[in-house]
Nanobody, 120 residues
Framework: QVQLVESGGGLVQAGGSLRLSCATSGGTFSRYSMGWLRQAPGKERESVAR???????AYADSVKGRFTISRDNAKNTVYLQMNSLKPEDTAVYYC??????????????WGQGTQVTVSS
C-alpha cells in the first residue's frame, strides 16, 4: 500500500516562505512523477508543480519564479519550497504520485493534504 504524508503547512504572513514535504512509503518512489496540487475553498483543485522521475519540472503560471519543486529519491520525499507567498496561495496542498506501472490518466496515489494559510 503506497502512502503519502505531507507536512510543513501552516500560517505565514504575505511575503513569507514555507517548505512542504511529502514522504512516501510502500512503493517505488524513484519511478513516480510527483506533483503538488492545491484546492482553495470554493475553487477547483489545481496543479501547482510537477517533477518527473528524470527531474524535469513544470509549474503553474501563478507560482512560477516563487515555488520550487524538488525530490530526494534516497529519502523517498518530494518538496515544495514556497517563497514570496501571497494570500491567494491559501489552500489545502496535496501531494500526489503518478505511477507509470499503474497507467491511466492523472495521479494514482494521494496524500491527505496540508493547510497553507497566508495572511495579508
Amino acid at each position: 500500500q503506497v502512502q503519502l504524508v505531507e507536512s510543513g503547512g501552516g500560517l505565514v504572513q504575505a511575503g513569507g516562505s514555507l517548505r512542504l514535504s511529502c514522504a512516501t512509503s510502500g512503493g517505488t518512489f524513484s519511478r513516480y512523477s510527483m506533483g503538488w496540487l492545491r484546492q482553495a475553498p470554493g475553487k477547483e483543485r489545481e496543479s501547482v508543480a510537477r517533477i518527473t522521475r528524470s527531474t524535469t519540472t513544470a509549474y503553474a503560471d501563478s507560482v512560477k519564479g516563487r515555488f520550487t519543486i524538488s525530490r530526494d529519491n534516497a529519502k523517498n520525499t518530494v518538496y515544495l519550497q514556497m517563497n514570496s507567498l501571497k494570500p491567494e496561495d491559501t489552500a489545502v496542498y496535496y501531494c500526489a504520485a503518478d505511477d507509470p506501472v499503474v497507467g491511466g490518466r492523472g495521479y494514482d496515489y494521494w496524500g491527505q493534504g496540508t493547510q497553507v494559510t497566508v495572511s495579508s
